[in-house]
C-alpha cells in the first residue's frame, strides 16, 4: 500500500471516531441536562417560581422535559445546517 492510501484509511478511520466520540458527548451532556432539570424541579419553575411538586401537574412535567430536549434537538439541528 502506498502512503497516500495509508493516509486515506487513517483519516477515514479518524473521522468514524470523531463521529462516534461527538455522539458519547451528546448523550453525556443529556444526561447532565436531565439531572440538572430534576435537581432544580422541586424549587423553581419558569414562571411561578416555588412550585408543589405533590401538587404538580402531569403536564408541567411533560412541557418541561420536552423544552429540556428542545433545546438538545435544536443545539444538534443547528451544528448540523453549519456542517452543511
Do not use: R
Not at 50 to 72: E, H, P, Q, R, S
Amino acid at each position: 500500500m502506498s502512503l497516500i492510501s495509508i493516509l486515506g484509511v487513517t483519516l477515514a478511520v479518524l473521522k468514524v471516531i470523531g463521529k462516534i466520540i461527538l455522539i458519547i458527548l451528546a448523550v453525556i451532556l443529556a444526561i447532565i441536562l436531565l439531572v440538572l432539570f430534576l435537581l432544580s424541579l422541586p424549587f423553581s419553575y419558569e414562571a411561578g417560581g416555588y412550585v408543589d411538586t405533590a401538587n404538580m401537574k402531569k403536564t408541567d412535567v411533560t412541557l418541561k422535559f420536552k423544552y429540556c430536549f428542545g433545546v438538545i434537538l435544536n443545539a444538534i439541528a443547528e451544528y448540523k445546517k453549519k456542517k452543511l
